[in-house]
């Protein structure tokens, strides 16, 4: 927690590394099962794989005070930090990045799916989906003049947002940083490699990157200009 506020730096886990692996299994099965059985859809069925996922996440629930989150992630004592993204609140910057603009923080609510959920007024306002609010928002997704790369990587980041229902009293929502590929010197790379640090226990090594919200400063430790 100190280091969050002496670095003012928050970081952002490789969404295929989360503590809930079925977090991203979950979104990458119902997408692909919506896709397999809609004619417009089917060109993307099995298009979407672990492989296809590089995007580093930052989680947080609407309330500051939910029974879930103590329950699951202080057993013994804990804290609750709150966080105010309103501006001028609301910037950021990749902190090892040459980057120097910083970027505006959006944040977007988790979907909490079940397929045969019905669809009232109530449970919009929840968040919740069932197999046909779903399967419109990827249509929405993917429909107009875009190339197919541009369309799965549409439906790719969709799926950090997709979890089961079961899940919903955590009212949660997510920042989500993608990284996508992009031609380089005409090769396709991942734009944020250089950045990523790996976070080592006795299991596995897990990718993250940094967000920052100071200001960057220059060579004479003055601010920069936005």
């Not at 439906?155 to 380089?184: C, H, M, Q």
Request: include cysteine; charged fraction near 35%; glycine fraction near 4%.
């Amino acid at each position: 927690m100190w280091k969050i506020f002496d670095g003012e730096k928050l970081r952002a886990t490789q969404a295929c590394f989360s503590n809930d692996k079925e977090e991203i299994t979950n979104g990458i099965s119902v997408i692909n099962d919506i896709c397999k059985n809609e004619s417009e859809l089917n060109c993307f069925h099995n298009g979407i794989t672990e492989e296809n996922i590089d995007s580093y996440i930052i989680c947080f629930c609407k309330e500051n005070d939910r029974l879930s989150q103590w329950r699951g992630y202080c057993k013994d004592d804990g804290v609750s930090l709150e966080f105010d993204f309103s501006k001028p609140f609301n910037k950021y910057y990749l902190a090892d990045s040459d980057e120097q603009v910083r970027k505006e923080i959006e944040l977007y609510p988790v979907y909490y799916y079940n397929e045969t959920y019905s669809v009232n007024p109530d449970n919009i306002k929840h968040k919740f989906m069932n197999k046909e609010s779903l399967k419109n928002m990827i249509v929405k997704k993917v429909s107009g003049n875009h190339d197919s790369r541009t369309k799965k990587n549409a439906l790719v980041s969709l799926v950090p947002f997709i979890k089961n229902s079961g899940f919903y009293e955590e009212a949660e929502y997510r920042w989500l940083i993608n990284n996508t590929k992009e031609d380089v010197d005409y090769n396709l790379k991942f734009k944020y490699d250089d950045i990523v640090k790996y976070s080592e226990d006795d299991i596995s090594k897990k990718p993250y990157i940094n967000i920052a919200f100071k200001k960057k400063k220059d060579t004479n430790n003055e601010d920069l200009e936005e």
